[in-house]
């Protein structure tokens, strides 16, 4: 993983300031799929996701304060970005039929991955190839199948509500993008 030097965007030439490049091996064989940056930075890879902070979420990533742990070991998908969603990182699992949530859990102390799917198993089984988030009128996590069907997961966090959706046509749906518009999100 390389970050560049701060406001210096062409800049890798690692130092130990804290405005320095970064350059850190995490301890993992798996090639990265995503990163995301919220508090801390999310890394999901083909075999396992990570995160990596300042030991905490207060202290900012820098050459020497970079920590990377290791949270959970489900995989994610070849060529798939997680996203946020209700205030939660979705991504889609190596074998692109499960959808996770990768969530705080307070108990233990880390992120868990919880499956999203575990209740609709059977609707992803054209196997998953793009996902896309729509925020208004309603938070729904758009999917786009292999076999050209469009399943969509309501998904509203604060008020538990998990509901999973087809939309069939004449034809194949072949990608899905969302459109922030004035009152609402056009898909």
């Not at 069939?168 to 072949?174: A, I, L, S, Y």
Request: glycine share 10%; proline share 3%.
């Amino acid at each position: 993983l390389w970050a560049s030097q701060t406001d210096g965007y062409e800049n890798f030439q690692t130092g130990t300031y804290d405005d320095s490049s970064l350059r850190l091996s995490i301890n993992s064989d798996n090639i990265i799929e995503w990163i995301l940056g919220r508090t801390q930075l999310f890394v999901g890879t083909l075999g396992d996701e990570w995160v990596l902070s300042g030991g905490d979420s207060l202290t900012p990533v820098t050459p020497t304060t970079v920590l990377a742990r290791r949270q959970t070991g489900f995989g994610s998908r070849n060529g798939i970005d997680a996203l946020i969603a209700s205030d939660s990182i979705m991504y889609l699992q190596r074998q692109g039929r499960k959808l996770r949530e990768l969530e705080y859990s307070l108990e233990a102390d880390a992120y868990k991955s919880t499956d999203v799917t575990l209740l609709a198993e059977h609707i992803t089984e054209g196997v998953v190839v793009q996902i896309a988030e729509q925020q208004q009128p309603e938070p729904i996590v758009w999917c786009v199948r292999g076999d050209g069907e469009l399943i969509g997961l309501t998904f509203n966090k604060l008020q538990n509500v998990y509901g999973w959706h087809r939309h069939v046509t004449d034809g194949e749906f072949e990608s899905v993008a969302v459109i922030p518009t004035e009152g609402e999100d056009r898909i």
